[in-house]
Antibody, heavy 122, light 110 residues
Framework: EVQLLESGGGLVQPGGSLRVSCAAS????????MSWVRQAPGKGLEWVTG????????YYADSVKGRFIISREYSKNTLYLQMNSLRVEDTAVYFC???????????????WGQGTTVTVSS | QSVLTQPPSASGTPGQRVTISCSGS????????VNWYQQLPRTAPQLLLY???QRPSGVPDRFSGSNSGTSASLAISGLQSEDEADYYC???????????FGGGTKLTVL
């Protein structure tokens, strides 16, 4: 069974940094692209970033470009999202999602984790 | 404001057929296939349809999708109370180089 388990969320001050993780199991991690999608309180879904199965290609939403970094560690089957220069508007539940194939730009997200909550507030 | 436009709400009675629209542009729906997601209250989204009209295993054939030009639609036939949820369309945008979602449609079963 494919499972995604996010961790690392919490409360951080504006301008601060936080790294969230996503432990993947039940599939060949290197064969699939992965994405982060967030949902602000009471709002809709917003794709944040994605990384190809090989790790060689990454994409970012304009709202986080230059502040967030996506990476993956194959030995641990883990996806990361390093969030820097956090803003109040980054407050959201962050979902880790598996894409349906190797490429972020061709395959959509088919399995989602339960999410981890990030709150940016002073 | 979302790149893809969905009606904020839709409703129907049990057994009815309802449709939810998703409007985009030539750089997204006009060039790429559409996925639909269902989000039940207080849960993570689940893939409902991919490649515009393909159902993952376990999704009943009451759910179907189509697209025409720069718009897509989700149809739910034989509406059931358990279908009450938020529904989102999504596709890749060639101009933005990223995935874009609709704002979501809250479906109420009366």
């Amino acid at each position: 069974e494919v499972q995604l388990l996010e961790s690392g969320g919490g409360l951080v001050q504006p301008g601060g940094s936080l790294r969230v993780s996503c432990a993947a199991s039940g599939f060949t991690f290197s064969s699939y692209a992965m994405s982060w999608v967030r949902q602000a309180p009471g709002k809709g879904l917003e794709w944040v970033t994605g990384i190809s199965g090989s790790g060689g290609t990454t994409y970012y939403a304009d709202s986080v470009k230059g502040r967030f970094i996506i990476s993956r560690e194959y030995s641990k089957n883990t996806l990361y999202l390093q969030m820097n220069s956090l803003r109040v508007e980054d407050t959201a539940v962050y979902f880790c999602a598996k894409n349906q194939g190797q490429l972020v730009d061709y395959y959509g997200m088919d399995v989602w984790g339960q999410g981890t909550t990030v709150t940016v507030s002073s | 404001q979302s790149v893809l436009t969905q009606p904020p709400s839709a409703s129907g009675t049990p057994g009815q057929r309802v449709t939810i629209s998703c409007s985009g542009s030539s750089s997204n729906i006009g060039s790429n296939t559409v996925n639909w997601y269902q989000q039940l209250p207080r849960t993570a989204p689940q893939l409902l349809l991919y490649n515009t009209n393909q159902r993952p295993s376990g999704v009943p054939d009451r759910f179907s999708g189509s697209n025409s030009g720069t718009s897509a639609s989700l149809a739910i036939s034989g509406l059931q109370s358990e279908d009450e949820a938020d529904y989102y369309c999504a596709t890749w945008d060639d101009s933005l180089n990223g995935w874009v979602f609709g704002g979501g449609t809250k479906l109420t079963v009366l």
